[in-house]
């Protein structure tokens, strides 16, 4: 199994920059997609980010919602063990405890195509 711990969530004022964390351990995977997602008081959870191995290597694809494209990245040294998400112009709506989440194969932006999660990171977004 694969166990995931985020960090790096906090208090910033709107317009600042955060960038979270996410460190994986257990098996690894030769394919798979990590993904960012987030979820507000009284909302349901929602996709942000994820970046997904497709084929060879040194080759990756990333894909964000709409609402982020611009002002966040997902990255990281290694997708497989470490996973950032670079977090730039944040907004109030951008507050919530945020998710990172992994799957051995490629997957949707639906939250339930997810076997791994961590356990979260609140951030918070002041006007």
């Known amino acids: 199994q694969v166990q995931l711990v985020e960090s790096g969530g906090g208090l910033v004022q709107a317009g600042g920059s955060l960038r979270l964390s996410c460190a994986a351990s257990g098996r690894t995977f030769s394919s798979y997609t990590m993904a960012w997602f987030r979820q507000a008081p009284g909302k349901e959870r929602q996709f942000v980010a994820k970046?997904?191995?497709?084929?060879?290597?040194?080759?990756?694809?990333?894909y964000y919602a709409d609402s982020v494209k611009g002002r966040f990245a997902i990255s990281g040294e290694n997708a497989k063990s470490t996973l950032y998400l670079q977090m730039n112009s944040l907004k109030p709506e951008d507050t919530a405890v945020y998710y990172c989440?992994?799957?051995?194969?490629?997957?949707?932006?639906?939250?339930?195509?997810?076997?791994?999660w961590g356990q979260g990171t609140q951030v918070t977004v002041s006007s």
């Open positions: 970046i997904t191995r497709s084929g060879g290597s040194t080759y990756y694809t990333t």
């Open positions: 989440a992994a799957s051995q194969s490629s997957a949707t932006n639906s939250p339930r195509t997810y076997a791994y």
